[in-house]
């Protein structure tokens, strides 16, 4: 399950009423949207709108039918079970674009206009300032760093200086590799900030 | 041996305050009541400055402030015993020519510190130093320390380099948990440092030497904005962690002559 489902089945889950619509259908062989509101004393609207999410997270299936004037949908239980499984280590992105950013060369960008501040003993950065916008709609973004984030902002190469891969910049402040999601999603910032310039 | 001067020229005369404020006193003195007065309140100057001279001393440990203690005091009672016009009847006469060779005596003293740099503050010849051979580069300043690299000494040797450093006036120790703080004071500077040392110590330039043997250096906007040109950043950061770790390695080797040295032998002049 992606996250995206995930999130949406935790929506659903979370509803003061999912409790009672899931007992519902366990019971009913299958059952409609209006007949269930009308069970559980809320609109309409509201009962579909959890049945049709249900639905596309395939925990429930409909059927068309045809009774009178218009048709509707009736919904029966598709699983008897309902396992939320979301897989974290994804987050970091895919091993092979993890390379690709071990070799970026980096540097801090002349004139970024961000100001580092560095711990009290100062052998590691502990929060990033960055200014951004002109005028009436500057605005002041600080982000505070952990550790290894600091230590590796704390060898970031100069403005002035050569350029540095982020595994050679690690290797320098010596950051373990369990450390490197983290420490490429800091570059990744400190990118779209401005306040690192590419090689 | 000739070096290109790299620091903008330093045209400040706090240095000449002291002598400045006394002769201003002086005179003063003299307009509104008459010479005896005026001599007195000079005496009176020159031993309260022996005072502040004395504090000087206790904080750095620099024998020139120790002779100049020792010749302002003498000279504060030289001006009240004089031989000829004592404004102070001394019990023995033999006193005031005591006093006049005592004068004599560390007036030489104090004029041999002065003129071999003992008595300088020696920041400038530290960021000259350090700013030897770098390239130009602009926009290269950043408020990042840089690491400078990894040198080897014991906690000790650390303690007595920094005491070196102290009684010489090359850069000034701030003591911390896990390392010790260097901070080059400039002769401009030197009053800023003695009258309030922590406050100065905000926003300046400093090498950081770790218990573990790791070297730190940070440059602050106001001393890169005391360099003529726009030197490379790094580079000059680079260089000033690496002249503090070969004056470490210097001073572990017995050869501290060789930092007093490198630093005189750059030419400054004795008052900037």
């Given amino acids: 399950m992606d996250f995206k489902e995930a999130a949406k089945l935790g929506s659903c889950l979370s509803k003061d009423y999912a409790e009672d619509l899931f007992r519902l259908l366990v019971t009913y062989e299958s059952i409609s949207s209006s007949e269930a509101a009308s069970r559980l004393n809320i609109h309409i609207k509201t009962v579909q709108d959890l049945m049709e999410d249900l639905f596309s997270l395939q925990i429930l299936e409909r059927e068309e039918v045809y009774e009178g004037k218009r048709p509707y949908f009736r919904y029966h239980l598709k699983v008897n079970k309902i396992t939320m499984e979301i897989e974290l280590k994804s987050f970091s992105g895919k091993e092979k674009n993890k390379d690709t950013r ?80 983290e420490i490429i999603d800091i570059v990744d910032v400190m990118i779209e900030f401005g306040a690192i310039e590419t090689l | ?197 922590e406050k100065f110590r905000q926003n300046r330039s400093w090498i950081a030497f770790d218990f573990q043997g790791n070297v730190t250096v940070n440059i602050s906007h106001k001393d890169y904005l005391g360099y003529k040109e726009e030197l490379s950043f790094d580079q000059l950061c680079e260089n000033l962690g690496k002249v503090f770790i070969r004056f470490i390695e210097y001073y572990r080797k017995g050869e501290e002559d060789r930092i007093i040295y490198q630093l005189n032998e750059l030419g400054l002049g004795i008052t900037s």
Avoid at chain 1, 141 to 162: D, V
Avoid at chain 2, 41 to 52: E, K, L, N, T
Avoid at chain 2, 54 to 75: D, E, G, H, K, M
Avoid at chain 2, 167 to 177: K, Q, S, T, W
Wanted: hydrophobic letters at 45%; one cysteine or more; glycine letters at 6%.
């Fill in chain 2, 1 to 197: 041996m000739y070096f290109p001067r790299k620091l903008k020229q330093d045209l400040r005369i706090i240095g000449l305050i002291p002598a400045m404020t006394c002769i201003i006193i002086g005179a003063v003195v003299f307009v509104l009541t008459g010479t005896k007065e005026a001599l007195l309140s000079v005496a009176a100057f020159y031993i309260i400055y022996a005072g502040f001279s004395l504090w000087i001393f206790i904080r750095t440990s620099n024998q020139s402030y120790f002779a100049a203690f020792v010749w302002q005091f003498i000279f504060g009672i030289f001006i009240v015993t004089r031989p000829d016009y004592p404004l102070i009847m001394p019990l023995d006469h033999k006193i005031s020519g005591i006093v006049v060779v005592l004068l004599l005596v560390s007036t030489v003293w104090l004029f041999y510190l002065f003129f071999t740099k003992k008595a300088k503050w020696k920041g400038r010849e530290i960021f000259e130093l350090a700013s030897m051979a770098i390239e130009i580069h602009p926009d290269g300043f950043t408020e990042r320390p840089r690491p400078a690299g990894v040198t080897t000494y014991s906690k000790d040797e650390l303690m007595r380099f920094a005491a070196f450093l102290r009684r010489n006036l090359i850069a000034m120790p701030f003591y911390e948990d896990n390392r010790i703080v260097f901070v080059p004071v400039k002769m401009d500077d030197a009053f800023k440092y003695l009258l309030s040392r």
């Fill in chain 1, 102 to 181: 071990l070799q970026l060369k980096i540097r801090e960008r002349k004139n970024a206009g961000v100001r580092f501040t560095t711990s009290r003993s100062s052998d590691y950065i502990s929060n990033v300032v960055i200014w951004t916008g002109e005028g009436r709609n500057r605005s002041e973004r600080k982000i505070n760093l952990s550790m290894p984030q600091g230590r590796f902002l704390f060898h970031l190469p100069f403005p002035t200086a050569e350029f540095g891969t982020v595994k050679d910049i690690m290797k320098k402040a010596r950051i373990d590799e369990t450390n490197m999601p």
